[in-house]
């Protein structure tokens, strides 16, 4: 069985996610193949897109319980200096920790990442035709206080791998900085940024001499999660690989937030 999803090939967001996709695929169903096919991002394999929908929204992921009792860091500029993985624990298991790479990291220190994993997860709809393009204001899931009372969810902003929230997020030209205001009600694409996630752990963009620039490849032949580092950085030699390359900008005077800009596309390998 395949299941086929749209995709904007100019979004780095969008190319990382459907990395995502196989990557959860393959691990739900082991032996899923992945390829790109004019607009559209192509999976082969034992499951169907409801299916693999569901199950990333159900994520669980280790030190968050429910409950609605993690603490959060109240000061969103502190230093970027901790560094904490993010363990999945269903509907797979997984360790995340690609973001130990900084230049390719678009968040900042304090940005509450399991609580921006689960918000994002817990989004995206498993009944969507298009869940690259669901799109949404995402708040935290409903959970309860100590004494049984519902609390109120909070919003939360995404990481930024999207790039059409990217590409419109800088304060120059908004004229504010939006992660500061937390009443503001602002989209996202809660799939892109939760399969995003998940498919940079394999999946690194190839980076080129100027700091915080990347490139990244399609391809058109079904290939397995085993050999995808090699297709995303173009190396499989595939006539009909494309190129893309795109910057992780800094969008705050700060130097500290970043966001995926949209992808400029050069043809083949180089």
């Known amino acids: ?38 607009g559209e991002f192509c999976v082969e ?14 994520t669980r992921i280790q030190g968050m319980d429910g409950t609605g009792d993690e603490v959060e860091a109240e000061n969103d500029e502190e230093e970027d200096d901790a560094f904490e993985p993010i363990i999945l624990l269903s509907p797979v298991a997984l360790r995340l920790d690609w973001w130990q790479d900084k230049s390719l990291k678009p968040w900042a220190g304090s940005m509450k ?28 899931p ?14 939360r902003e995404p ?20 992660d500061t205001i937390k009443t503001l009600k602002t989209f996202a694409h809660p799939a892109v940024e939760f399969f995003a996630l998940v498919g940079l752990q394999r999946c690194r963009p190839r980076p080129t001499d100027t700091p915080r620039v990347f490139d990244y490849f ?4 079904p290939c397995g999660t085993a050999v995808l580092p090699l297709a995303v950085c173009g190396l499989l030699g595939d006539p009909h690989a494309r190129g893309y390359r795109f910057e992780n900008a800094f969008r705050t005077g700060q130097k500290k937030h970043k966001a995926f800009n949209p992808a400029t596309p050069f043809r083949g390998s180089r």
Do not use: H
């Not at 979004?11 to 096919?37: H, I, S, T, V």
């Not at 206080?145 to 969810?153: E, V, W």
């Not at 399609?218 to 032949?221: D, G, I």
């Open 113 to 140: 990442v399991k609580l921006i994993t689960v918000a994002m997860s817990f989004a995206v709809d498993p009944d969507s035709i298009d869940p690259l393009g669901q799109t949404q204001v995402v708040f935290d």
């Open 218 to 221: 399609t391809w058109a032949v």
């Open 45 to 58: 394999c034992d499951g169907d897109l409801r299916l693999l929908l569901q199950a990333a929204s159900s």
């Open 142 to 155: 409903p959970t309860l206080t100590t004494t049984g009372k519902p609390k109120k969810p909070k919003k």
């Open 1 to 38: 069985m395949s299941l086929r999803v749209n995709v904007d090939l100019t979004n780095p967001g969008q190319f990382f996610a459907c990395c995502g996709l196989l990557e959860l695929a393959d691990r739900l169903w082991p032996g899923a193949e992945g390829w790109f096919e004019g």
């Open 159 to 178: 990481f930024y791998f999207d790039s059409r929230r990217g590409a419109n997020a800088t304060a120059l030209d908004i004229g504010f900085m939006p």
